[in-house]
């Protein structure tokens, strides 16, 4: 592939030329990359031996970047595309998690119902100990139903019928754990919520998600069984053996199609993961989706602790420790820059793929592969690394409350001589008891023995709605102003703080 840049030197003066025309326009400023994007996604599929990649780029409620490399069917030299349909097996999770919430949203469930109410077959299943608490839905969601990690043989499952997964139940599960105490990763324990979703609406699993979920967020091109798929569309596994590409028998969906069974493409599946970034920042905006953003963020959550990694590093080399957890069908994380990442991998026989958004950054990226378990996360997190460093992009700014403005904008009649300050009714009970006045002006005015008189103030930097922070330029330096109000109605100032910006 040839690009329009002769160096990764000449594309980094580029963007960076690029950056201080065009800073408002984040879009723009991460389409530039997609020269450098693409070569990292060539030469890490022809590293790995994948017949071929599909990634996209989502930011601000759309796909804005997406692209492909090989062939999604060797024998024929099919070109991939971002419409190519890959069967992304695991990442078909957190959508059987959403299906779960909209049957709540309808009142036919709670996550905390054991679930026997909904497959009967499980109350008289033995339990691995007298004292094991029944499972319930939330367990299953989260990966701690007690059952064991089963990614080899539960990969084998997806065309199993409803009858046989009863019929597993009924001779008895082999558990490794009690229910609630540990993770441990089930595809068979996501087979058994489709069984509940195929139960409660009364109708096959994949037609109610199909209905509930897809239709509502305009997924056309999303399907299960891969006889439905266009032929030049579908692609075909393989695996990298001998030094050969050996094509992998494609399963029909079955019972376990809701832990691994979707078949999507790019352009389908990132309408799914730009829902998931709508819900952030939290707003008043109307409800478009199949589930409230609020039962999306609630999806999101770490509601489990997997593991610290301390010794994780970026593709880079860059040292960063990283903690992982699990929600609803998504895995959650957060490193020690504090970029929180959430989404699912995926892997099967023939197939590999990852999707990720950065909520702070409004960001998310998908990546689908057609090796078996094609490992994706590496390569997402270091595009997604790569974006952030040469688009210069920044978290995405709180916005600042009307409360926030006006206690800030009170502060500033009062500094630096606080005079009135004890009458002025913007400070919470405890913030004179806390530290007098005398003291409090004492403190600022030794900062400013170092930066002069006070000239003007910069804009709130908000960390939420009820805290921030602003700068008092000075003639010869800045003073940080620190401050967060208390949960009363109107919020008054329980805390300020003053120090040297650096």
């Known amino acids: 592939?040839?690009?329009?840049?002769?160096?990764?030197?000449?594309?980094?003066?580029?963007?960076?030329?690029?950056?201080?025309?065009?800073?408002?326009?984040?879009?723009?400023?991460?389409?530039?990359?997609?020269?450098?994007?693409?070569?990292?996604?060539?030469?890490?599929?022809?590293?790995?031996?994948?017949?071929?990649?599909?990634?996209?780029?989502?930011?601000?409620?759309?796909?804005?970047?997406?692209?492909?490399?090989?062939?999604?069917?060797?024998?024929?030299?099919?070109?991939?595309?971002?419409?190519?349909?890959?069967?992304?097996?695991?990442?078909?999770?957190?959508?059987?998690?959403?299906?779960?919430?909209?049957?709540?949203?309808?009142?036919?469930?709670?996550?905390?119902?054991?679930?026997?109410?909904?497959?009967?077959?499980?109350?008289?299943?033995?339990?691995?100990?007298?004292?094991?608490?029944?499972?319930?839905?939330?367990?299953?969601?989260?990966?701690?139903?007690?059952?064991?990690?089963?990614?080899?043989?539960?990969?084998?499952?997806?065309?199993?019928?409803?009858?046989?997964?009863?019929?597993?139940?009924?001779?008895?599960?082999?558990?490794?754990?009690?229910?609630?105490?540990?993770?441990?990763?089930?595809?068979?324990?996501?087979?058994?919520?489709?069984?509940?979703?195929?139960?409660?609406?009364?109708?096959?699993?994949?037609?109610?998600?199909?209905?509930?979920?897809?239709?509502?967020?305009?997924?056309?091109?999303?399907?299960?069984?891969?006889?439905?798929?266009?032929?030049?569309?579908?692609?075909?596994?393989?695996?990298?053996?001998?030094?050969?590409?050996?094509?992998?028998?494609?399963?029909?969906?079955?019972?376990?199609?809701?832990?691994?069974?979707?078949?999507?493409?790019?352009?389908?599946?990132?309408?799914?993961?730009?829902?998931?970034?709508?819900?952030?920042?939290?707003?008043?905006?109307?409800?478009?989706?199949?589930?409230?953003?609020?039962?999306?963020?609630e999806m999101q959550m770490p509601w489990n602790f997997s593991y610290l990694n301390a010794q994780y590093k970026y593709p880079n080399g860059r040292p960063c420790a990283m903690a992982s957890a699990y929600g609803y069908g998504l895995r959650w994380s957060r490193d020690c820059e504090g970029r929180t990442g959430i989404g699912h991998t995926g892997g099967l026989p023939g197939f590999g793929s990852q999707w990720q958004i950065l909520p702070e950054y409004g960001i998310g990226i998908l990546a689908h592969a057609n090796r078996t378990y094609a490992g994706m996360a590496n390569i997402n997190t270091a595009v997604l690394d790569t974006i952030i460093t040469l688009a210069g992009l920044k978290p995405l700014p709180v916005e600042v409350s009307a409360i926030l403005r006006q206690r800030k904008d009170a502060l500033l009649k009062l500094l630096p001589h606080w005079e009135g300050a004890e009458q002025s009714g913007i400070f919470a009970e405890n913030f004179f008891p806390d530290r007098s006045v005398n003291h409090r002006k004492q403190e600022l005015d030794a900062i400013l023995t170092q930066t002069g008189n006070v000239t003007g103030s910069t804009e709130i930097k908000a960390e939420n709605q009820l805290r921030g922070s602003f700068l008092l330029n000075c003639s010869n330096g800045n003073v940080r102003v620190f401050f967060t109000l208390s949960p009363e109605n109107p919020a008054l100032i329980q805390q300020l703080d003053f120090s040297l910006a650096k």
């Open 1 to 297: 592939m040839k690009f329009a840049f002769t160096s990764l030197l000449n594309f980094l003066l580029f963007i960076s030329a690029f950056g201080q025309e065009n800073s408002g326009d984040r879009v723009a400023r991460i389409k530039a990359t997609l020269p450098v994007i693409e070569k990292m996604y060539n030469e890490y599929a022809e590293k790995n031996h994948f017949p071929a990649v599909a990634f996209g780029i989502v930011a601000d409620g759309e796909l804005v970047m997406s692209g492909a490399t090989g062939f999604s069917e060797i024998a024929t030299e099919t070109k991939a595309s971002p419409g190519s349909l890959f069967r992304i097996a695991s990442m078909s999770k957190s959508v059987t998690a959403m299906g779960i919430l909209a049957l709540r949203k309808e009142g036919k469930l709670k996550l905390d119902d054991r679930a026997f109410l909904y497959i009967p077959e499980l109350k008289d299943m033995p339990s691995l100990t007298s004292d094991a608490p029944a499972i319930t839905i939330r367990h299953l969601l989260t990966h701690q139903a007690g059952f064991p990690e089963d990614n080899p043989w539960g990969d084998r499952q997806l065309d199993t019928k409803d009858e046989q997964l009863i019929e597993l139940i009924k001779k008895g599960i082999s558990f490794s754990n009690v229910p609630g105490v540990t993770y441990e990763y089930s595809n068979l324990g996501f087979a058994m919520l489709g069984k509940i979703i195929s139960n409660v609406s009364g109708q096959p699993y994949q037609d109610y998600i199909n209905e509930v979920v897809f239709k509502k967020l305009g997924m056309t091109n999303t399907i299960w069984e891969y006889t439905k798929a266009p032929a030049n569309l579908l692609a075909h596994g393989y695996r990298f053996e001998d030094e050969l590409w050996k094509e992998e028998e494609l399963e029909h969906d079955g019972t376990y199609g809701a832990m691994g069974g979707l078949i999507t493409s790019i352009d389908d599946f990132s309408k799914y993961v730009s829902f998931h970034l709508s819900a952030w920042p939290p707003s008043n905006d109307p409800e478009m989706g199949p589930v409230s953003r609020s039962d999306v963020r």
